[in-house]
Every structure is written in C-alpha cells, then in structure tokens.
C-alpha cells in the first residue's frame, strides 16, 4: 500500500469512527488529517484533500479548536491560516474525555437528579421510577467522578495505566 493510499484510508475510517463517537464525519476526518501530518495544514489544503467546502471546513476547526485538540499556527510571511493537532496521545484522550465529560455526562446528570427527585405519589410504579432514577444518577455520577480523577492525575503512574487500557 502506498503512502498516499494510506493515509486516505486512516482518514476515511477515522470519519467513519467518529460518527459512531458522536462527532460527525468531516470533524473527525480533519482531526485524523492534522493528527498524522508531519507539520501544520493550512485551511486550503485541508479543503482540497477531504474536498469538503470553506465553509464546512472552518466550522469543523473551530469545533475541534473549542475541544482543544486542534492549534491554529502561524508561519513567517505566510497570511493562510495553518493547523496542528494534538500529537500526545495521552493528552488527547484527557482532553477528549474532559469534553464528552462536559458534553455528554453532566447534562446527564442534571436531568437524572431531576427526575429522581420526583415527589413520589406512593403508587409502585412512581418509587420504582425514583428508585432506578436515583441508582442510575448514582453510578454515573460515580462514573463521572473516577473519570474526573484520572484526567486530574495523569501525570500519575496508575492513571496512565488507566488511561492507557481505556483506549
């Protein structure tokens, strides 16, 4: 296989994955583009490889720029804009999990404390209701915790570890 078609495999498949992570498919096929080039892309380079328009590319940089897994970069006598993405794994799995932390699992939480803070009538299906709400925002919450733990302490040996068999 050749460079170039490997390189475009990575990416198509790594558009694919993200989809299923809950990013769409151009972000992640950007974010895959940046992660294994060798140094900073600019936007029109960008657009000319995935063939996606100005606007869709932007769009997509500044969402991964606000997860802070993509730089912006600039070069001496150069007005295009230039990106880099985060190259250390392990910081890109803590800045990831930060994230969806933020996106996914707080809001989460709100609403299960809400719910199972419903004043129960006394019927069986309303305390089970309750009952299964309230264990459901306990584990997550307990989940989000642990997960709050590990990103806070990466530079520790264990939670490297972690980190590491999570991926």
């Known amino acids: 296989m050749e460079f ?3 390189k475009n495999k990575f ?9 299923q992570w809950g990013i769409n498919k151009t972000m992640a096929q950007i974010h ?9 892309v600019s936007m029109e380079d960008i657009m000319e490889e995935l063939q996606i328009s100005r606007g869709n590319a932007s769009m997509n940089l500044r969402a991964l720029m606000d ?10 006598g150069e007005r295009r804009e230039f990106f880099t993405a985060e ?5 890109l799995a803590v800045k990831i999990s930060r994230e969806r932390s933020k996106r996914e699992i707080k809001p989460a939480l709100k609403v299960l404390k809400e719910v ?6 006394g019927t069986a299906a309303e305390k089970h209701f309750v009952d299964q709400t309230s ?5 997550v919450l307990k989940a989000d915790n642990m997960l709050d733990k590990i990103t806070e302490y990466k ?3 264990l939670a490297k570890l972690v980190v590491k068999i999570m991926k």
Request: proline share 0%; aromatic share 14%.
């Open 4 to 6: 170039k078609e490997a």
């Open 11 to 19: 990416v198509q498949t790594w558009g694919a994955l993200g989809s």
């Open 32 to 40: 895959a583009l940046l992660m294994v080039s060798h140094e900073a």
């Open 67 to 76: 997860w802070g897994i993509v730089y912006k970069e600039y070069k001496a």
């Open 87 to 91: 190259k250390d794994l392990d910081e």
């Open 116 to 121: 199972s803070a419903l004043e129960s009538d």
């Open 135 to 139: 264990k459901l925002y306990d584990f």
């Open 155 to 157: 530079d520790n040996w």
